[in-house]
């Protein structure tokens, strides 16, 4: 969906919000009546429908503008593009006029974002795909600048998405990094991808214990976006764990169940690539680092075993007592990486522990941090006007005291409850920087489709990030 010209189309969908709008005044009188009698009896969807062609009138409330509001102007979008899917439309032309931009653009996004479909195991791709492939918008305040946006994004969501459906038999770590350098080269970003060489020259002891049950090679993948004229001097880096599948290796995950949805264990690693992608395409004006450390997590005839000790990339060892726990391993090497670039904040994104799923179920991602309190709130803030929510919790010292082995520096399992904050102060011990943890183990992957939001990968994180970096870097205050 990329075009903006007028054209034919079968489905019309008309916002409006008065009668003396040159949208309603074109209508026939029996429709504008029949729109009428429906506001007054507190309506504010009809549906005309002739043959082959689908005529929506919605009425736009601009003065209620909130979260929630827009995000049902999204789902109300979702609608459209299934009825055109379903009826192989290839377009759909929405008009508006005097309606708020901010309730265009959550309708044209929740339209975007809900055009995806993973297809690409069936034989019969072809015949799946879907039909709608242009959205043109006539709307006096959704400007094109502001659509070509909205392309860049949801194109970064659906990348995103599509790496957390890739199943580990083709995303293997190597892939994942391939993956990264050919998005990068489509939105406009640098990537290096670092080998298991040279992983054991940095002494990435987390990364390579965790990757030791398995046959395929890690990768450490660096991405960067580097305007000449950012608006930041330090940058951003963003972290995201890449554990493309995670069985628990020697502590197993028992199947059915637990394991069945673990190619999402990369969801951390989606959020950035396509964060990075969403940043680059739109040509924002601040540098940003992306770092993924990728491995599977398997129990091979070499797999690391519990009581094994591990030593991360800054000399600090690890008592490994359950080799599920394996996210935290490998962010451990990639938060002490992201050190030398003097980072001005650090964000890491994880699907790392059931406890934040049992915590806040999967309405919202857990966020913990150390970042000062104004960068907390506008995550917060970007999280809950894109709906991608976030709820914050504390890093108690408590936390930390449950770490401490017998044997090493830290174990990587803390006690029975709260274990997203013993995580989260696994990770903490990491950070020489102002830092802010996402665990999205609750909102990477849907069970069951979601409004926009079809069944497997989310893309969570990309929209959010992007939100929160216009947010932060791109506003003048
Ligand atoms: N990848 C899992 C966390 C997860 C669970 C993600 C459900 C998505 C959905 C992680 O590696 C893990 O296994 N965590 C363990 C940690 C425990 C052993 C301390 C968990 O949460 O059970
Ligand atoms: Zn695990
Ligand atoms: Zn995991």
Redesign the pocket.
């Known amino acids: 969906m990329a075009k903006q010209n007028k054209s034919e189309s079968n489905i019309i969908v008309v916002l409006w919000n008065n009668e003396k709008s040159n949208v309603f005044k074109s209508l026939s009188k029996p429709i504008q009546e029949h729109l009428l009698a429906e506001r007054k009896s507190k309506r504010d969807a009809v549906l005309i429908q002739g043959l082959g062609k689908w005529e929506y009138f919605y009425f736009a409330d601009n003065g209620d503008l909130s979260a929630r509001t827009l995000e049902k102007w999204r789902g109300k979008g979702n609608e459209i593009q299934s009825v055109a899917n379903a009826n192989k439309q290839g377009a759909v032309l929405v008009k508006g006029e005097g309606v708020d931009e901010k309730i265009s653009y959550a309708f044209a996004e929740g339209m975007a974002l809900g055009n995806y479909k993973f297809n690409k195991y069936y034989t019969n791709a072809k015949e799946r795909a879907l039909s709608l492939e242009q959205m043109y918008i006539q709307d006096t305040h959704l400007t094109e600048a502001k659509q070509r946006e909205l392309y860049g994004v949801v194109n970064a969501n659906h990348a995103a998405r599509t790496l957390v459906n890739e199943p580990v038999s083709f995303l293997t770590a190597e892939q994942l990094s391939k993956e990264a350098v050919r998005l990068g080269k489509e939105a406009g970003f640098t990537v290096k991808v670092l080998h298991k060489k040279q992983i054991e020259s940095l002494k990435m002891g987390g990364l390579l214990g965790v990757n030791k049950g398995s046959i395929d090679p890690p990768t450490f993948t660096i991405m960067e976006y580097k305007p000449a004229k950012a608006s930041n001097k330090k940058p951003l880096v963003l972290v995201g764990k890449g554990?493309v599948f995670?069985t628990?290796g020697l502590?197993l995950?028992p199947t059915p169940g637990?394991m069945d949805?673990?190619k999402?264990?990369m969801g951390g690693a989606a959020a950035v690539i396509g964060t990075l992608y969403a940043v680059a395409a739109n040509k924002l004006p601040v540098h940003v680092i992306g770092l993924v450390p990728a491995t599977d997590?398997r129990p091979g005839m070499n797999a690391i075993v519990p009581q094994d000790v591990l030593t991360i990339s800054d000399g600090t060892t690890i008592e490994v007592m359950?080799t599920?726990?394996?996210?935290r391993l490998i962010l451990a090497d990639a938060l002490v990486y992201a050190q030398k670039y003097n980072p001005d904040l650090v964000i890491d994104l994880a699907?790392?522990?059931?406890?934040a799923?049992r915590a806040i179920g999967t309405y919202a991602s857990a966020v913990m941090g150390t970042a000062p309190e104004s960068d907390m709130r506008l995550l917060q803030k970007a999280g809950e006007h894109v709906w991608e929510r976030t709820l914050e919790f504390p890093l108690w010292p408590e936390f930390g005291d449950e770490l401490k082995s017998d044997v090493a520096d830290m174990k990587n399992?803390?006690g029975g409850n709260g274990?997203h904050i013993s995580?989260g102060k696994f990770l903490e011990h990491f950070t020489k920087y102002p830092w802010i943890h996402i665990d999205i183990?609750?909102t990477?992957?849907n069970g069951a489709p979601q409004s926009y939001r079809p069944k497997g990968g989310t893309g969570v994180g990309v929209r959010m990030l992007y939100q929160f970096i216009k947010d932060k870097y791109c506003t003048k205050k």
């Open positions: 554990v995670d628990g502590s995950k637990s949805e673990m999402c264990d997590n359950n599920d726990a394996e996210g699907t790392l522990t059931g406890a799923i399992l803390g274990g995580a183990a609750g990477a992957w």
